[in-house]
């Protein structure tokens, strides 16, 4: 899906930086392989809180729909009450950036079907 590509992703990536939505966040587009032709759309959100992996990825090939998987992290994470309270900014954060990729992956499909059509 054209929505999938690198350099798309990373534009929207800028964008919602830019928007200061994503309070400094270093969220970025993972290099793969592309399968069949196709990116995958794997954004890497690290957090500084824990030690799990995030990732941020469309649901399947077609799908506008994303979700922010976590990893099952190898040690158990000990953290104050601050450094939870910063935890949880910064999955506020990844949920954030999750809402809007699907809002532009929904929107630029409706500009694709649109295109297509006319």
């Known amino acids: 899906m054209p929505f999938r590509s690198k350099d798309l992703l990373e534009t929207?990536?800028?964008?919602?930086a830019a928007s200061g939505a994503g309070g400094g966040g270093v969220a970025y587009v993972a290099d793969q392989e592309p399968?069949?032709?196709v990116d995958s759309g794997l954004v890497i959100f690290p957090l500084s809180n824990a030690t799990t992996s995030v990732y941020l990825a469309?649901?399947?090939?077609?799908?506008p729909d994303w979700r922010v998987t976590f990893e099952a992290q190898p040690e158990v994470t000990e953290l104050s009450p601050?450094?939870?309270y910063d935890l949880c900014r910064e999955l506020s954060y990844?949920?954030?950036?999750?809402?809007?990729?699907?809002?532009?992956?929904?929107?630029?499909?409706?500009?694709?079907?649109?295109?297509?059509?006319?």
């Open 94 to 118: 990844a949920a954030d950036l999750c809402a809007f990729l699907q809002l532009k992956s929904v929107a630029h499909m409706a500009q694709i079907a649109d295109e297509t059509r006319g």
């Open 12 to 16: 929207w990536l800028d964008e919602f």
């Open 82 to 84: 601050s450094a939870v």
């Open 58 to 63: 469309p649901v399947a090939v077609g799908a």
């Open 35 to 37: 399968l069949d032709g």
